[in-house]
């Protein structure tokens, strides 16, 4: 057979790569692009600028469910095969379209960036190609086809990954105005169902500390006050005489200055006025109110006097990063009040 009436085009390598992601959001674990095509393709007749096979076309599937991807496409042939804009008539020419043979140009040069891939879909791109002239064949030629997930862009709504006490958790993410919330409490283990679901609970920090431990709801209780910002263990330091502090002397600046911040990067315990606005959204000024806006729980509080929990099932309160700054809500009000800083309440992390 001769090759200016028939011939293959190989893949001889795909690769993918998931890289410069939004800063300190990690992917979750087999978060990627993938490829799906055949190997070795049945390509045109000479002469003829044509869609090749349907499973001859790729499928590039983004199943990040944290953002959408950009994607840099190569295509670098042996030979003399070149990029084309057209398909051209006196050499080896290809061209790659998305979709269909009238879609987008992706290979005018060899190299082309395809941006907004959006998260959890397919999206198929088709090569287009011109064969040589009779006579001008060398022999089969090879492309080889490339594919790098170049950016990742992030969106409120999309799920959120990142280390949280040793290990790698992906929670989700609600927009509430022009603000960003997580879906669920620092150290729970699902987005909540109802306003007093426990597994939804998660730690219960004192104000101004780091994600050190402390926060287990399990902890070790002692009564020695932390002379630093960073105690250097992980129990729940109970204070019950004044100024009822977890360290002293007490430090004002924790939080809100960014000083052991439990949430990651880009993220942080909501300021009192923040709390304020948020709460002033809501349908009823109640638990209610809470738990369907954000999904906000009534995990009680850790008691600053011996560590015991109290009114579980009943309040619920959130730290703010103001000094010593909570929210609380029940059945019948909702306030954002001062509390003494070695109570341990539940944390809800919202984007700067």
């Known amino acids: 057979m001769r090759l200016n009436r028939k011939f293959f085009i190989h893949v001889l390598s795909v690769f993918i790569y998931a890289g410069l992601f939004y800063p300190g959001i990690v992917f979750a674990a087999g978060a990627s692009i993938s490829l799906s095509g055949t190997s070795s393709w049945s390509a045109g007749t000479r002469g003829a600028l044509s869609e090749m096979t349907t499973g001859s076309q790729w499928t590039v599937f983004n199943n990040n469910s944290e953002g959408t991807e950009d994607v840099q496409i190569r295509v670098v042939s042996t030979g003399s095969w070149t990029a084309s804009t057209d398909g051209g008539s006196s050499t080896n020419k290809f061209v790659l379209r998305k979709n269909t043979n009238a879609g987008a140009l992706i290979t005018g040069t060899n190299s082309y960036l395809v941006t907004g891939l959006v998260n959890n879909g397919s999206h198929n791109f088709g090569l287009y190609f011109k064969t040589p002239p009779s006579g001008s064949e060398n022999g089969a030629h090879t492309l080889t086809v490339t594919l790098t997930a170049v950016n990742w862009v992030w969106a409120c709504g999309n799920n959120i ?23 669920r409490n620092l150290g729970a283990s699902q987005k909540a169902s109802a306003y007093n679901d426990s597994s939804a609970y998660g730690d219960y920090f004192q104000w101004g500390r780091l994600s050190d431990g402390h926060q287990d709801a399990n902890s070790i209780a002692i009564i020695d006050n932390s002379a630093s910002d960073v105690p250097g263990h992980s129990n729940f330091i109970v204070e019950p005489s004044s100024p009822f502090d977890w360290r002293i002397p007490s430090n004002n600046s924790l939080w809100a200055s960014g000083i052991n911040n439990p949430c990651p990067s880009g993220w942080h315990v ?12 809501w349908s009823q000024q109640n638990y209610n109110g809470a738990f369907s806006s954000l999904k906000l729980t009534v995990a009680g509080v850790r008691y600053y006097t011996d560590a015991t929990f109290k009114f579980v099932n009943a309040v619920g309160y959130y730290w703010t990063e103001n000094i010593g700054y909570r929210i609380s809500f029940s059945n019948s009000s909702v306030d954002v009040l001062t509390s003494v800083r070695a109570n341990g309440f539940p944390v809800r992390c919202i984007k700067y």
């Open 270 to 281: 909501p300021s009192s006025s923040e709390w304020a606005t948020e709460k002033a959204s």
């Open 161 to 183: 990954t990142f280390t949280y006490r040793g290990g790698s958790v992906t929670y989700g993410t609600i927009a509430r105005g022009s603000k960003c919330w997580m879906d």
